[in-house]
């Protein structure tokens, strides 16, 4: 079965510190998509890729880097964590073409906390 | 400025009645208009979608209306369950829109007591 998955599920990081974000698809989409969740926000794109090698700013990028080494990977990196970067991340990947081109498929979520 | 809409925020309905989710978008040039639903420390996961060249999408409960003239959407939930607790969020993409982008709405918060 295709999935999408993200590590860690929780991280607790300090405020400055670098942190990494993981995810991990099998489902040989081309696009991937890095995603934040807030309460009265919704979900807001902060990077996405057409394939491997390619990354691009979404709507929010400031404070973020990705990295998409191969088709299955997808990093999200804060090289200097803020406390206002506190949230709910996931992944998501898609078809870049065919009938379910549009469709999104999400992973489980990560969940960070920047003391 | 947000470029889709949704209302209300929060809704309340009983078992058996039906939900009514509204969701508005300022680009005329977004053409698929999918309904992820979200449960509790779940991830989304599509519902339901149309495209406009129709202005109607059953699926089961679930229905799409969708005026292209007034830009607007909305999701009907018949018969609505407690399993139907969710939050339900509309969402757009453009013909061409680089990467398949989707643009969410702050999502609606449904709530349905038995």
């Known amino acids: 079965e295709a999935a999408v998955t993200q590590s860690p599920r929780n991280k607790v990081a300090v405020t400055g510190g670098k942190v990494t974000l993981s995810c991990n698809q099998t489902?040989?989409?081309?696009?991937m998509y890095w995603y934040r969740q807030d309460t009265g926000h919704g979900l807001r794109l902060i990077h996405y890729?057409?394939?491997?090698?390619?990354?691009e700013k979404g709507d929010i990028p400031d404070g973020y880097k990705a990295s998409r080494p191969s088709q299955e990977n997808f990093s999200l990196i804060l090289e200097l964590a803020t406390p206002s970067q506190t949230s709910v991340y996931f992944c998501?990947?898609?078809?870049?073409?065919?009938?379910?081109?549009?469709?999104?498929?999400f992973g489980p979520g990560t969940r960070l906390l920047v003391l | 400025q947000q470029q889709v809409r949704q209302s209300p925020q929060s809704l309340t309905v009983w078992e058996g009645e039906t939900a009514i989710l509204n969701c508005s978008y300022e680009d005329s040039t977004f053409d698929y208009f999918p309904w992820y639903w979200q449960f509790p420390r779940e991830s989304p996961a599509l519902l339901i979608a149309?495209?406009?060249?129709?202005n109607k999408k059953e699926d089961g409960r679930f229905t799409i209306f969708f005026n292209k003239r007034e830009k607007k959407l909305s999701l009907h939930i018949t018969d609505s369950q407690p399993g139907d607790s969710a939050t339900y969020f509309c969402a757009a993409s453009g013909r061409g829109s680089s990467g398949n982008k989707l643009i969410f709405g702050i999502g609606t918060l449904l709530s349905v007591k038995p």
């Open positions: 489902n040989n989409h081309n696009n």
């Open positions: 998501a990947s898609g078809d870049a073409l065919g009938v379910n081109q549009d469709t999104q498929y």
């Open positions: 890729s057409y394939g491997a090698g390619s990354t």
């Open positions: 149309i495209r406009p060249v129709s």
